[in-house]
């Protein structure tokens, strides 16, 4: 049986063979004498029960993770809901899953999403390769991924790039030479990394003690059923968390910040 690590290790070989940038940014901050450690990994569900957040988190909660959210993040725009999950080793990665709330969608939209999970074996559901199978449907048609992407990108990026991990976010306050958050952002950007901006470069402030900041969607070219095309698939992230009155360091997510990082994979000219 895999360690926690090995399994954290096999999600990251996956996430940046997808995302080049994320691998870039990594070896530079080694090259700069930083070690880099993981604030928290992202994946992406639908709140189907074959494949909620639920199933997702499983093998997390084996390994001790445990899920520290209440009553978890609503996202009314986007018309999502999230947890977080965290390990009692405070050096272990937070997980952070979301799920597409997909009652609130059109009856379309519904019948896409539910044809494609149909195809995904039970089997593969309950293992933790199922945390980097990606997406075992038959590829969706171009028209399908635009009508989707009309009414969620969210939805759409999940049928282009299935389950594996969305992001990896880099602790900024396990780093030690940078002089503050908007530092290691201008190093990201003199890298050749652009930063989402949406809502700011920044999102949060000191004040609801956690900064975020994210690259824009490192684009990847997608098979689909009747062409190739090149779309947004998975960005890197950057989080600075400061100590809450009571000194301990906040731990949580912000909705409104995350609300803006999810607009990190938005479709976009390339
Ligand atoms: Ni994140």
């Known amino acids: 049986m895999l360690t926690l690590d090995q399994l ?4 990251w070989m996956d996430y940046s063979s997808m995302n080049q940038q994320a691998g870039a940014i990594h070896r530079a901050l080694e090259k700069r004498g ?3 450690v993981n604030d928290h990994l992202a994946f992406r569900t639908l709140n189907l029960s074959k494949v909620g957040i639920d199933v997702l988190a499983e093998p997390f909660l084996k390994f001790g993770y445990k899920d520290a959210s209440g009553k978890g993040y609503f996202f009314k725009e986007k018309k999502l809901f999230a947890r977080h999950y965290e390990h009692s080793d405070s050096n272990q990665p937070k997980v952070f899953i979301s799920e597409l709330l997909v009652e609130e969608f059109s009856p ?3 019948k896409t999403v539910k044809d494609m999970i149909d195809q995904v074996p039970d089997k593969l559901t309950q293992t933790e390769d199922f945390l980097i199978s990606g997406f075992a449907w038959k590829p969706v048609s171009w028209q399908v991924y635009q009508d989707l ?7 759409a990026w999940v049928a282009a790039f299935g389950f594996r991990v969305n992001h990896f976010t880099v602790s900024y306050n396990a780093l030690t030479s940078f002089k503050d958050f908007p530092d290691l952002n201008g190093f990201v950007k003199g890298a050749g ?10 999102k949060g402030s ?16 997608v098979q689909f059923s009747d062409r190739k095309a090149v779309i947004p ?5 950057f989080a600075r968390r400061y100590p809450m009155p009571n000194g301990k360091l906040f731990q949580a997510f912000l909705p409104d ?3 803006k990082i999810f607009e990190s994979t938005n479709f976009r000219t390339i």
């Open 149 to 155: 992407l009309k009414e969620s990108e969210y939805a």
């Open 193 to 202: 990394f652009s930063l989402n901006a949406a809502g700011g470069e920044i």
């Open 34 to 36: 930083e070690k880099v």
């Open 206 to 221: 000191k004040d609801v003690y956690l900064e975020q900041s994210s690259t824009l969607a490192h684009p990847v070219e």
């Open 257 to 259: 910040s995350a609300d």
């Open 8 to 11: 954290l290790q096999k999600l």
């Open 233 to 237: 698939a998975c960005y890197y992230e």
């Open 108 to 110: 379309t939209l519904q």
